[in-house]
């Protein structure tokens, strides 16, 4: 198993910025994919950034050059550091930890608002 306990949401302006992390506990040294996600109200999760443990990444189009995702050195916890932060980025944003096998852990969620 796989505990994951988030932080840094908040409310903001547009243009703003906001950093999120997600520390990881557990099996830990099972963890590949460390990522976030979001789901605004009304639409379905997806995918925001995601970093593997060899440090590749993969952001959605709608956040590349605003957005940056990492992992600290022992790989248990993932930072988004959000910039230009506009309205359509305001939902609940997931931490999402992929274990060697495939299996799926998901944080609590944090509230991102981004107001105009």
Do not use: H
């Not at 520390?23 to 639409?43: C, D, E, H, L, T």
């Not at 980025?89 to 981004?114: E, H, K, L, R, S």
């Amino acid at each position: 198993q796989v505990q994951l306990v988030e932080s840094g949401g908040g409310l903001v302006q547009a243009g703003g910025s906001l950093r999120l992390s997600c520390a990881a506990s557990g099996r830990i040294f099972r963890i590949n994919v460390m990522g976030w996600y979001r789901q605004a109200p009304g639409k379905q999760r997806e995918l925001v950034a995601a970093i593997t443990s060899g440090g590749v990444t993969n952001y959605a189009n709608s956040v590349k050059d605003r957005f940056t995702i990492s992992r600290d050195n022992a790989q248990t916890t993932v930072y988004l550091q959000m910039n230009s932060l506009k309205p359509e980025d305001t939902a609940v944003y997931y931490c999402n930890v992929q274990i060697w096998g495939g299996t799926n852990y998901w944080g609590q969620g944090t509230q991102v608002t981004v107001s105009s």
